[in-house]
């Protein structure tokens, strides 16, 4: 089993639409949780940290459920240049600290 | 801002041959890595730093060697290229090791190993 597990889609969504992302990790002991966009041949880059009380960021909602080991992005009113990979990344903390598990990312394609 | 700056942005290698893939960051950080990303793997770490003169393996080691002279500089190197190894690999830094520090990336290299 993968550590950091995501739905590769591709997801492809109307201007407008709302769109979600999961992602499950199997480190209980894993201490902070990310989502990082990566555009087409570029680096990827940080979209939000995910907090236990769950946040928002404008059009993004980022959750964590620890109990079920579960991570979720929220993308509301799409946008074209929301098109790009999400990469889902978890802090394994410990001696492990510092050093990020990237899930396969999940690409989202969105159209006029 | 120049951030994570990786030198070359593409390369080509012949089976054997050995190159430096180069890594300097300017924002002082302490945490600094590289990783390879492989289509439908996502990125997998090779080897990171926690500071100067220390280092340690990551997820896949293996045909690579690292060393950090420096707190701003970070080269990878390939010993014998192999088919394998062709990915793109990205250096990151970040300020430290704490919970929700953000990783800031460089811009890829994409190496060919024919």
């Known amino acids: 089993r993968k550590e950091v597990e995501q739905d590769p889609g591709p997801f492809n969504v109307p201007e407008g639409a709302t769109v979600a992302f999961n992602c499950t990790y199997s480190?209980?002991?894993?201490?902070?949780f990310f989502w990082y966009r990566q555009d087409c041949r570029k680096e990827p880059k940080l979209l939000m940290s995910?907090?236990?009380s769950g946040n928002e960021d404008g059009r993004f909602t980022a959750q964590l459920n620890r109990a079920s080991q579960y991570i979720s992005l929220l993308i509301r009113d799409s946008k074209l240049s929301d098109s790009a990979t999400y990469l889902c990344?978890?802090?394994?903390?410990?001696?492990?600290?510092?050093?990020?598990?990237f899930g396969q990312g999940t690409i989202l394609t969105v159209h006029p | 801002n120049a951030g994570v700056t990786q030198t070359p942005k593409f390369q080509v290698l012949k089976t054997g041959q050995s190159m430096t893939l180069q890594c300097a960051q300017d924002?002082?950080?302490?945490?600094m890595s590289w990783y390879r990303q492989d289509p439908g793997m996502g990125l997998r770490l090779i080897h990171y730093?926690?500071?100067?003169?220390?280092?340690d393996q990551g997820e896949v080691p293996n045909g690579y060697n690292v060393s950090r002279s420096t707190t701003e500089d970070f080269p990878l190197r390939l010993l014998s290229a192999a088919p394998s190894q062709t990915s793109v690999y990205f250096c990151?830094?970040?300020?430290?090791?704490?919970?929700?520090?953000?990783?800031?990336f460089g811009q890829g290299t994409r190496l060919t190993v024919v």
């Open positions: 995910v907090y236990s």
């Open positions: 990344v978890v802090n394994a903390g410990g001696t492990s600290y510092g050093k990020l598990t």
């Open positions: 480190n209980s002991a894993s201490q902070s």
């Open positions: 990151a830094s970040s300020y430290g090791l704490e919970a929700n520090t953000e990783a800031f």
């Open positions: 730093s926690v500071g100067a003169g220390i280092t």
């Open positions: 924002m002082n950080h302490e945490y």
